[in-house]
């Protein structure tokens, strides 16, 4: 098996996943994602970005994009064979696949998590949790495997099967190609800081973890959508992302099978972390998939800060 980091840049996915010995069906999965992304760019670029007229379960009301990748990424899903269960954003309940399910993958996506952003044009993602078996209401730490894609100024995908974090970038072609293998994290305080939620919703402890990330220099980068906010993390190797509880939503706003607990896992195989400010995300046992939480996630040394202010401050 090849090891990671001896891969030539701009192998494309499957062929790197190939390489890598990464299992048949685990990598089927990944690309028909990765497939179903090539026609939810195509609407996003030129789709209709009416209301559907329909609302999920949350009561947002659904743009046409949202119920659009839902049902690009759903039937790629229910074709591949290898899915057991699927959980979308959109739906908002778990539809079963195949009930001869233990060596088949559940996955939980939000299909175009920030849609509200595509009419402003800012960027928007595709959010991705995987695991073995036939239920995806499991603690995070369970994931087999977990991605996102990224429709920004470029198209990258970023994936982990538990084994480092990988980043591909699309190409004219449409391929997506190796362009960082194994990203890490780096320490050190926090240069950016993305900051969700109102100021004046916050708490004391995290009103003081704020304060202290300015005073120690961090800036503040927030754009409204959590796939490129967290992505600016990840590929700066440094700062903070948070969308923490709130006076008047002491959950937060995000949720945790669809965002939370796939990018807890990538965070986490880069050398960061992932709290809800009080206790590890990935250990969160989901009641439902409803279920949202607070999250600090970035560098370890920012994460632990935040842990340390709530303690002292709430
Ligand atoms: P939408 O999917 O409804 O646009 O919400 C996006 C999101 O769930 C997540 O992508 C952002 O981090 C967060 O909401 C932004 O929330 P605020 O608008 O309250 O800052």
Known sequence: MRQAGST???????????ETDEDRDLTRVIC?????????????????LGMAGTSNLYGEEQL?????????????LIHSGVVSCIASEESGEIQQIDPDCEQKYAVAYDPLDGSSLVDVNLAVGTIVSIYKGCDVLRPGREQVAAMYI????RTT????????????????????????ENIQMSNGAAKIYSPGGQRSKYSSGTEEFARQLEAG??????????????NQVLMKRNGVFMYPH?????????????ELNPMAFLIEQAGGAASTGKGRILDLQPRSIEDR???FIGSKESVALAERCISEAG
Do not use: C, Q
Request: proline share 5%; glycine share 8%.
């Open 32 to 48: 028909e994602v990765a497939d179903a992304t090539k026609y939810i760019i195509n609407a996003i670029r030129t789709g209709d």
């Open 8 to 18: 030539p840049l701009h192998v494309d996915l499957r062929r790197y996943l190939r």
């Open 293 to 295: 939480a607070p999250i």
């Open 64 to 76: 046409a994009l949202d119920v659009l990748s839902d049902r690009i990424i759903r039937k790629r």
């Open 157 to 180: 995908l970023v994936y982990s099967t538990g084994r480092g974090v990988h980043e591909f970038a699309m190409n004219s072609l449409m391929e997506y190609t190796l362009n960082h």
């Open 217 to 230: 220099g961090a800036k503040l980068r927030y754009s409204g959508g959590f796939v490129p906010d967290i």
């Open 150 to 153: 990224l429709y920004g100024p």
């Open 246 to 258: 709130l006076k008047n939503a002491p959950d937060g706003k995000l949720r945790v099978l669809y």
